[in-house]
């Protein structure tokens, strides 16, 4: 891509009191119906899609060239809920770049990043003005641990892209549960 293609005028975005990014030029609604299978408890997923079938997160992001040199941002809006024990979370990726970085900053709310490589794996709590470094090459995914919506921007490179269905198939190797009100990390091994 020639430098001609890059952006080049600054800009400012605004993220209003929700979270929301203002303006988005794209956005994601993901519901527990599209999570099919993510979480541990299988009757609780059931019961929980034969109601209202929740909103689990949205994202709102501002779209940018498919270049290394651009920086995409975006908001996660991540809602409180559990699935049996198990907190509200996001599907998770790895970058389709493998070796792209990425930054979290925590805007309200409070949760859990949790990253996985070949066998290895971190959680890193996050609230409001948690900075979170997502390092090259590890998948991530954030759960929500509070009362109120996880909230949190986001920032990488814009030719990252997303592979869900790597770490679908893997499956992260940590849970984050609520056990009698308490955040437990739990190896998928120990459920
Ligand atoms: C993008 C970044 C976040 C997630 C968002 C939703 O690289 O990591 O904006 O897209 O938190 O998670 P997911 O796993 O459904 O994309
Ligand atoms: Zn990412």
């Given at each position: 891509?020639?430098?001609?293609t890059?952006?080049?005028?600054?800009f400012?975005?605004?993220?209003?009191?929700?979270?929301?990014?203002?303006?988005?030029?794209?956005?994601?609604?993901?519901r527990?119906?599209?999570?099919?299978?993510?979480?541990?408890?299988?009757?609780?997923?059931?019961?929980?899609?034969?109601?209202?079938?929740?909103?689990?997160?949205?994202?709102?992001?501002?779209?940018?060239?498919?270049?290394?040199?651009?920086?995409?941002?975006?908001?996660?809006?991540?809602?409180?809920?559990?699935?049996?024990?198990?907190?509200?979370?996001?599907?998770?990726?790895?970058?389709?770049?493998?070796?792209?970085?990425?930054?979290?900053?925590?805007?309200?709310?409070?949760?859990?990043?949790?990253?996985?490589?070949?066998?290895?794996?971190?959680?890193?709590?996050?609230g409001?003005?948690?900075?979170?470094?997502?390092?090259?090459?590890?998948?991530?995914?954030?759960?929500?641990?509070?009362?109120?919506?996880?909230?949190?921007?986001?920032v990488?490179?814009?030719?990252?892209?997303?592979?869900?269905?790597?770490?679908?198939?893997?499956?992260?190797?940590?849970?984050?549960?609520?056990?009698?009100?308490?955040?437990?990390?739990?190896?998928?091994?120990?459920?």
């Amino acid at each position: 891509m020639s430098p001609t293609t890059l952006t080049d005028a600054p800009f400012s975005l605004v993220v209003d009191e929700q979270g929301v990014l203002k303006p988005a030029t794209s956005t994601v609604e993901r519901r527990l119906s599209q999570m099919k299978g993510m979480y541990h408890d299988a009757a609780a997923e059931d019961q929980l899609l034969a109601g209202d079938d929740p909103l689990v997160y949205e994202v709102f992001q501002y779209d940018m060239p498919e270049h290394v040199g651009e920086l995409v941002v975006c908001t996660t809006l991540l809602y409180p809920g559990r699935v049996g024990d198990e907190f509200f979370m996001t599907k998770g990726h790895y970058h389709e770049q493998r070796d792209r970085a990425e930054v979290y900053y925590g805007l309200s709310g409070e949760g859990q990043l949790v990253v996985a490589y070949e066998g290895q794996h971190h959680t890193v709590a996050m609230g409001p003005k948690t900075v979170a470094y997502v390092p090259p090459h590890w998948a991530h995914r954030t759960v929500n641990t509070g009362d109120e919506p996880f909230v949190f921007l986001a920032v990488y490179h814009g030719d990252a892209g997303h592979d869900y269905g790597s770490i679908e198939t893997e499956g992260f190797p940590q849970r984050v549960l609520d056990r009698d009100g308490s955040v437990a990390i739990v190896p998928q091994g120990e459920l």
